[in-house]
């Protein structure tokens, strides 16, 4: 797939590098330095380059939107049309100094980023992870095991599209329903960053469910 990564850090950085090994034509882009996309497309390897977030969005079969909420207006204002793109959200609507969400039990990031984008096919996968440990997923991924990682939206290819990626990204994917289950997973996804970040493990953490049926 060409995959256009609009937010080149923490996590578009790591996701669009393992999206390049993984085979897919990846564009790196909307970051601070130009030189900082270019590493990322070097060290990627593969088909991966480095763009402005028009070029991302150009042919692409799935965007990825890894940026701060903050900046959500500013990345998609230079996308531009993004009509019939799926695009996956890894993004976790916080306030600007990072310690609360600012939307939460009425509605949720990925239902605001749909409103935003109402012509897009949008999704939310990735944000239930902290970005450290992508590349140990990725590197276990022929293992028997695989963590778990939920994804939730209203359109079907989108969520076919998000499915083979995360696949690709060596977690299982958990089809965790409508968007509006945004409204539980984003808060989830600050319990998982806590653990990450305060408890004892480290943050190479990820999660998995299990049925015993
Ligand atoms: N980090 C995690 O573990 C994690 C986990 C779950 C969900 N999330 C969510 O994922 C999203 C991305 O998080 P992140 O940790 O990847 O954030 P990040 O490391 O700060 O990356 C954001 C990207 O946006 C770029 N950017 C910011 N302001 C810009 C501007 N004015 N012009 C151009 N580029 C600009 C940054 O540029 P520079 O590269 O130059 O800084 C960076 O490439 C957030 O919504 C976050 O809540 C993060």
């Known amino acids: 797939m060409r995959i256009g990564i609009l937010g080149s850090g923490l ?18 882009s909307y970051a601070r330095s130009e030189q900082k ?50 695009v996956v959200s890894c993004s976790l609507p916080m306030n600007d100094d990072d310690t609360a969400l600012a939307v939460t039990h009425t509605s949720s990031g990925a239902e605001e980023l749909a409103k935003k984008l109402p012509k897009a096919r949008v999704v939310a996968a990735f944000n239930t992870v902290p970005s450290e440990v992508f590349f140990a997923v990725y590197e276990a991924k022929r293992k028997a095991s695989r963590p778990s990682l939920v994804y939730y939206g209203d359109d079907r ?13 060596g977690f299982e ?29 480290g943050p190479e953490v990820a999660y998995r469910f299990d049925w015993y049926s």
């Open 173 to 201: 994917p958990v089809d965790a329903g409508p968007l509006r289950i945004g409204r539980y997973a984003e808060p989830f996804a600050l319990l998982v960053a806590q653990l990450a970040y305060e408890g004892k493990g």
């Open 37 to 86: 996309l270019k590493k990322l497309a070097r060290e990627a390897g593969g088909k991966a380059r480095a763009g402005t977030p028009r070029e991302a969005a150009q042919d692409a079969d799935a965007l990825l939107l890894a940026v701060h909420w903050s900046r959500f207006d500013d990345v998609l204002q230079q996308a531009g049309d993004l009509s019939g793109k799926v």
């Open 11 to 28: 996590m578009g950085g790591k996701l669009g590098t393992i999206f390049a090994r993984a085979g897919h034509e990846v564009v790196f």
């Open 157 to 169: 290819r989108a969520k076919e599209a998000a499915a083979g990626l995360i696949r690709d990204a």
